[in-house]
């Protein structure tokens, strides 16, 4: 064998089309005496590996970038609604809420229902001592009760008579946020 030219040590295994492991080639580099050969390895990726590859990644991002988008953080204007309705509650604007709120709040309930609603709540749970963002997720819906752009904000929260869970279901309107649903859960409650 003359120097620089290849000899093939191995045979076809029939796989070389997936993940070739090493196409082992031998130089014999001593000048053609075979006691000292130096393997070079190339491996190869095929092409339908490689389109799998590529499918799978684009299928992962447009997962990720969903119409509902969970965040860690609130933006400024859904959390300043947020403690707008908080505020609200504290210093019992029952009524302030409740005009305030998405049409979809006055038409799950009447005036004299969130009034009675509220008070049920303040008398068993008291006043809220502090909260903790548990979630917050971004919604866009064509459809459905809450139509357009929504945010869901889950805090787990400590009141003067217990703990619960609370959350605040806002809708944009017009380019404001407003109060579609509020829901606390506690076992005080019970």
């Not at 130089?27 to 050969?37: D, E, H």
């Not at 809420?97 to 009675?116: F, G, H, K, M, P």
């Amino acid at each position: 064998m003359q120097e620089g030219k290849a000899q093939s040590c191995r045979k076809s295994q029939g796989w070389e089309g997936w993940f070739t492991p090493a196409a082992w080639v031998a130089f014999y580099a001593s000048g053609g005496k075979p006691p000292f050969p130096t393997l070079r390895f190339s491996t190869t990726l095929s092409l339908s590996v490689f389109i799998g590859l590529l499918i799978l990644s684009v299928s992962i991002f447009a997962f990720a970038c969903g119409l509902q988008t969970e965040r860690r953080g609130v933006p400024a204007d859904v959390e300043a609604a947020v403690g707008t309705v908080s505020d609200d509650i504290a210093a019992e604007r029952y009524e302030k809420i409740y005009n305030e709120a998405s049409e979809l709040w006055r038409q799950d309930a009447t005036l004299e229902q969130s009034v009675a609603t509220f008070k049920t709540l303040h008398s068993r749970l008291g006043q809220v001592e502090n909260r903790t963002l548990q979630s917050a997720t971004e919604q866009q819906n064509s459809g459905g009760p809450l139509k357009g752009r929504a945010y869901i904000v889950t805090y787990q929260t400590k009141f003067q008579n217990g703990e619960g869970m609370e959350t605040f279901t806002l809708v944009e309107r017009n380019g404001h946020w407003l109060l579609a649903r509020y829901f606390v859960n506690s076992t005080a409650l019970k």
